[in-house]
């Protein structure tokens, strides 16, 4: 038998069991419908593989826990579990991180009242450091202007983007008096200077309900990002959002499958960010049965769903989801 036939009815074969994983499900059968269209358009474009990212990249904090915002949803909760790089120790944390064998290094940090993550403020300094270590350099960077995105450029390798498609959101949730426009301007202003983008759609920020986020796939779909990543919300305990529900499973699946039919030849990848438990171990087979061929940290089920349907799972440490692996 050929390489291409046998690879062919390996195809088949896992189409079989996803549709079938798929019927058991329970969502309704519109949604399990256009499940099964995503799956096939997956299958048409990344085949019979997907990749797990088993650790990602650190996370440090360029303001460490200072933020100028104080969003609903995190109010700095999430910058007390960051390496805290403000006051010149970055140079010191990323040298570390290359000795000790790390590949990259996850900038982030507190946000300015314009809604950019300050980054740009200290860019001499980052690229030395990329100079130095050769470490791949992320960033959150919240929106930036055209001169912002031109700081960037020399030393950024991935841009990750949060992209809010209501502006309800962003004024209800992250207090911003921006526009969805400001979100557009920004993927624009990336991608004119030459920064790869990794622009990441956030399912239920607004209290746990879908509020934009189709309108988020439409404006990132225009940029043909290197990647699209879903990031799921997690209400968080201290924080004003901390009583809102995990958004319905159905709901994570309506976006991804949007997606994933917006935008066929885009990997599509199931951020870290996203609840734990039962709920995780549901969302991602849920996931990779709307057509997610990279996930970050996967659950157990994860592994047993895609051997169970014959996915080839592809294994890598220490890499951002937001970075392809040649497989």
């Not at 062919?8 to 499900?25: F, H, P, Q, S, W």
């Amino acid at each position: 038998m050929s390489e291409i036939r046998r690879r062919l009815e390996n195809v088949d074969m896992i189409r079989k069991r996803a549709l079938e994983k798929i019927e058991e499900l329970d969502l309704s059968k519109t949604t399990k419908k256009e499940m099964s269209r995503s799956f096939e358009v997956r299958l048409d474009s990344f085949s019979d593989g997907i990749v797990f990212y088993r650790s990602p990249f650190t996370p440090v904090s360029v303001t460490g826990t200072g933020c100028e915002l104080n969003c609903k949803h995190c109010e700095k909760h999430y910058l007390k579990h960051m390496l805290d790089a403000s006051h010149g120790k970055l140079s010191a944390i990323a040298h570390n991180l290359a000795v000790r064998g790390h590949r990259g290094i996850l900038l982030s940090g507190g946000s300015r009242t314009d809604g950019s993550v300050p980054t740009y403020e200290i860019s001499d300094e980052i690229h030395r450091i990329k100079d130095d270590t050769h470490l791949k350099i992320s960033a959150h960077t919240g929106i930036v202007t055209d001169e912002q995105a031109e700081r960037l450029s020399p030393w950024l390798d991935m841009a990750l983007v949060d992209c809010i498609g209501s502006e309800a959101t962003i004024s209800g949730i992250l207090g911003l008096p921006n526009t969805v426009d400001d979100y557009d301007s920004t993927l624009r202003f990336l991608t004119e200077n030459g920064i790869p983008i990794a622009p990441h759609i956030i399912v239920g920020l607004n209290h746990g309900k879908l509020d934009g986020e189709f309108s988020a796939i439409e404006m990132v779909k225009k940029y043909k990002p290197d990647v699209v990543v879903i990031v799921v919300f997690i209400p968080t305990k201290g924080t004003a959002c901390a009583d809102a529900p995990s958004p319905l499973l159905e709901d994570v699946a309506k976006v991804i499958i949007r997606a994933r039919q917006e935008m066929p030849d885009i990997p599509l990848s199931l951020s870290c960010v996203r609840p734990g438990g039962r709920y995780r171990s549901q969302l991602d087979e849920c996931a990779i049965l709307c057509g997610i061929d990279r996930i970050a940290v996967p659950s157990r089920s994860a592994y047993k769903l895609c051997k169970d349907v014959g996915l080839e799972i592809h294994e890598v440490d220490k890499l951002c989801c937001s970075y392809e692996v040649i497989v």
